[in-house]
């Protein structure tokens, strides 16, 4: 269904090659503009999509992927290329988002839930993954000594709540399907 929230997440998936390239090509500027056009976009969408009351079944799909497209390339571009978030924390990122793509489409087709519901520590956690991009990004446009000191900080504290997240989410899969 084609509608305003949807467009706009559209438009977001469609950023997220264009923030790769910028990436890329060590065109931090761009790359930091992008992210916040798309991170601004995430929460445009959910909201007009809430409030005028056109949240679709095409909606909560592209969403999320969209989310974890532009979060992952993020972090597997600034990791692996730039060599500037760690390839531990990259790879627990990734890992988590592989279990609850993985589990959430397991349970879809086992019968056992119709709907993946994040929860909240969820969208903490992907607020702390955006924080830590959207900070990364800060740090290559000023390199800041303040910066570079917040980020020894923040890439354990992302490290943390990625991964006790991830734990949640499989307890909460293995009770659902306990309870199924």
Known sequence: MVNIPNV??????????????????????IALIVFLVAAVSD???????????????????????????LIDSGFVVLSFTHKIIPAWLTILVLSRDTIIIVGGWLLTVLGKIEKIKPILLGKLTSFSQFSTIFFT?????????????FLKFLYP??????????????LKGYREIENG
């Open 8 to 29: 706009i997440t559209i438009i977001r998936a469609v950023l997220v090659p264009v923030f790769i390239t910028a990436l890329h090509y060590k065109n931090f500027k």
């Open 43 to 69: 929460a445009v969408d959910g909201f007009l999509a809430r409030k005028l009351k056109q949240i679709t079944m095409v909606g909560t799909i592209i969403d999320p992927l969209a989310d974890k497209a």
């Open 157 to 170: 504290f992302t490290g943390g709540m990625t991964a006790i997240s991830g734990i949640s989410y499989i």
């Open 137 to 149: 990004l800060l740090y290559l446009n000023f390199h800041s000594f303040y910066l570079e000191l």
